[in-house]
């Protein structure tokens, strides 16, 4: 386990060595996130780093990484526990057969820590071995605001009640990362809570380290234009326009097919790494991505 970083530039390296490449102001918001025990809010589209950030600094710090995924309909008792009820119907019924349960004694067998499911939210609350852990609240916009009042209660005490044992909190406040891809907004309060970013696409440059960082293997030309591509892709009407994840798996997809380079024939036979949607695949497919190649190869020549 490692110490939290002291200065922006431990932060950047101790990324770095995770393979995340990051800009200097997402290093500064969250060096200020773990010095001061702050949660970070990461907002931005999907595929631009914002879960990956919170898996490079787990692995960074020999931290454990619990990671709560949001969906609608996510209440309390999922995110936090729930009991074993097959197990305790077990004990019920061999209490029964044996003829000797002893309900206040049964009762409270049965509500205690030996049949308790722990989620997310109970484990990021508990001592881990390596030190706090980074709880990891993905795509918190997926849920609804009674989800996220709860929420903002247990990130300011770091604690959970669970009725039959009582409140259990934290002896170390875990790292917490949410993210976001602003499919609708987020309360003000839980906001205000947390330090917040929005993640941007990156650079060309930037992105050209990111492929550099998680797909050596691509050859500087290739590199090049499929980072020069994907630029050209974001400025079209599409519905889903792709991140960094799609370019690094653009850029294997092609390594695995033997490209030096792109061509409008490779291209569209590997559209579906980079575009999920058939209307955009359309769109994009034929003289579209020869046009696209055509402009990303007269820019990269100046």
Known sequence: MKTIPQSIDAVRTLLAEQDYVCDRALAVVTFLA?????PLFLEGEAGVGKTEIAKAIAAG???????????????????????????QMIAI??????????RTALKSELFSEDYLIARPLLQAMRPQPGGAPVLLIDELDRTDEPFEAFLLEALSDFAVTIPELGTI?????PI????SNR??????ALKRRCLYHWV?????????EILKARAPEAGETLSREVVAFIAALRTEDLFKKPGVAETID???CLLALDAMELSPEVIADTLGAILKYQDDIQKIQGSEAARLLASVRAELSR
């Open 200 to 208: 941007d696409y990156p650079t060309f440059d930037r992105e050209i």
């Open 176 to 179: 917490v990362i949410l993210t």
């Open 183 to 188: 499919t609708r907004e987020v309360h003000d």
């Open 169 to 173: 909190a934290a002896p170390e406040p």
């Open 34 to 38: 773990l010095k001061l025990g702050r």
């Open 250 to 252: 653009w850029a294997k």
């Open 93 to 102: 019924r061999t209490a029964e057969a044996t003829g000797g349960a002893d």
């Open 61 to 87: 710090l020999g931290r454990r990484l619990i990671r709560l995924q949001c969906y609608e309909g996510l209440d309390a008792a999922s995110a936090v526990y729930e009991w074993n009820f097959a197990e």
